[in-house]
């Protein structure tokens, strides 16, 4: 079975700080994604990435930069955190090339700026 | 317009019952078609992959309509366990086979 796994479930930080979110998957996919879900907005992208180092902005990159510097580690950085980022924030991969290959989740971590 | 719409619902309905979900896509390029299932504040878990000639996995059964360019999901003999929310899913591939499309979600609640 695929595993994503996130670094924290919860997560409490203040306005201003710099905020950190990793995520690894253990099944050598190249594509890996970083999502918010607030309610009644569904699923936003927020950054991809198909390759190591590399990286492709989302529907909603402002406020946020990701790193990926190995394959199974996709990092999602807040600059400077911000009350409007208090979120769920779900990690994903997917192999290369994906036809017919879903996407697997990590179990989410919820981020509460203060 | 977006990619993918689907039904919000609520769908309340009681034990036992068949309930049925559509979703709607705009993109005729998409190839790839899921439905996922989400319970209340955890991460979306793959439920099945949607097939061009139908699939079914015990309960439930996937739809895919090329020409009308909707997906749907029919759960049958209804069980409290599946209250959740259904996501709709689609890819629409590419190179690098990484853009997924979501819909919003459609929550059922089965009633005792």
């Known amino acids: 079975d695929v595993k994503v796994t996130q670094s924290s479930r919860y997560l409490v930080k203040r306005t201003g700080e710099k905020v950190f979110l990793e995520c690894v998957q253990d099944m050598d996919h190249e594509n890996m994604f970083w999502y918010r879900q607030d309610p009644g907005l569904g699923l936003r992208l927020i950054y991809f990435s198909y390759d190591v180092k590399m990286k492709e902005k989302g529907d909603i990159p402002e406020g946020y930069s990701v790193s990926r510097e190995k394959k199974e580690r996709f990092s999602l950085i807040l600059e400077s955190a911000s009350t409007n980022q208090t979120s769920m924030y779900l990690c994903a991969s997917s192999p290369f090339g994906g036809m017919g290959q879903p996407q697997h989740f990590g179990d989410g971590t919820r981020l509460s700026i203060l | 317009r977006k990619e993918v719409e689907q039904d919000p619902g609520p769908f309340n309905v009681p034990e036992g019952a068949t309930v049925a979900f559509n979703c709607t896509y705009s993109?005729?390029?998409?190839?790839?078609f899921f439905w996922y299932r989400q319970d209340c504040r955890k991460e979306p878990k793959l439920l099945m992959s949607?097939?061009?000639s139908g699939n079914e996995d015990g309960r439930f059964t996937a739809q895919l309509n090329r020409a009308s360019q909707y997906i749907s999901l029919l759960i049958r003999d209804s069980k409290l366990s599946d209250s959740a929310t259904y996501l709709c899913v689609v890819n629409i591939g590419g190179n690098t086979g990484n853009q997924f499309y979501f819909g919003t979600g459609t929550s059922l609640t089965v009633i005792p």
């Open positions: 949607v097939y061009s």
């Open positions: 993109n005729s390029a998409s190839q790839s």
